[in-house]
C-alpha cells in the first residue's frame, strides 16, 4: 500500500542526506514499481488536476493527472525533479536554447517517453513539453527539490517558440480535456 505520509517522509529524509534529484529518485522509482499500490493510495484518476500533496522550501511532490491527448506548452522549473508514471505515459519533448538569437527561442533537442512505473530526474535547467499520448487520463508522482509555486520561470509560446514569463495561475486551473492553457509541472 502506498502511503502519502511515509513517502512524503521518505523524500524529506532522501533529500536531507542529499540535496539532489539522486536519493528522491530511488524513493520515487520504489513507489511507482507497484503502481497499482500507487493508484489505491491515490485514488483512481478521474479528472485532468494537480493535487499538491506537500510542499516546503526544500521539497514539492504533485500528484499530476495529464488529460487524454493532452499537450502542455515548453517549460523550465529552475530546481530539479522526479517524475514517477504510476498509469499511462508521459512523452517529453526536450527543448534547447538558440544560442545565435537574441529572442530567447527554443528548439527540439531530444525526446523521451514516461511509462508506468518509469522513475526519470529532470535536471535544474531542464526545458520540456510533455505529452499525454493516450486516450485515457495518465497519473504521474512530481517531486520537484524545492518549492515548486514560489519560483518565477519561464514558458515558451508553442506557436512562435519564444520565450515568456511562466503563468502559473492558467497554468494550473484543472480542465477537462485537451485544451490549450492547461499546463503544470
Ligand atoms: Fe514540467
Known amino acids: 500500500m502506498f502511503d502519502l505520509d511515509q513517502f512524503t517522509a521518505d523524500c524529506n529524509a532522501a533529500v ?8 528522491v ?4 522509482a520504489r513507489a511507482v514499481s507497484d503502481a497499482k499500490a500507487v493508484v489505491a ?3 483512481e484518476p478521474r479528472r485532468a488536476e494537480v493535487q ?22 515548453p517549460h ?21 536554447r538558440v544560442q545565435e538569437e537574441a529572442g530567447a527561442r527554443v528548439e527540439a533537442a531530444g525526446a523521451k517517453s514516461l511509462g508506468e512505473r518509469d522513475a526519470e530526474p529532470l535536471g535544474r535547467d531542464i526545458i520540456h513539453s ?47 480535456g485537451s485544451e490549450p492553457g492547461y499546463a503544470t509541472s
Open 16 to 23: 536531507r542526506s542529499d540535496r539532489s534529484h539522486k536519493l
Open 25 to 28: 529518485r530511488e524513493v520515487v
Open 41 to 43: 493510495g491515490l485514488g
Open 52 to 73: 499538491r500533496l506537500y510542499s516546503s522550501a526544500e521539497l514539492t511532490i504533485l500528484n499530476v493527472i495529464w488529460a487524454p491527448l493532452m499537450t502542455i506548452m
Open 76 to 96: 523550465n522549473h529552475l530546481m530539479w525533479a522526479v517524475i514517477g508514471v504510476y498509469t499511462g505515459r508521459e512523452d517529453n519533448i526536450f527543448w534547447r
Open 130 to 176: 510533455v505529452t499525454n499520448p493516450l486516450s485515457r487520463l495518465t497519473g504521474a508522482i512530481h517531486v520537484y527539490g524545492g518549492d515548486f509555486f514560489s519560483v518565477s520561470r519561464s514558458e515558451w509560446d508553442p506557436e512562435t517558440l519564444l520565450e515568456r514569463n511562466y503563468d502559473m495561475e492558467k497554468n494550473l486551473r484543472p480542465v477537462r
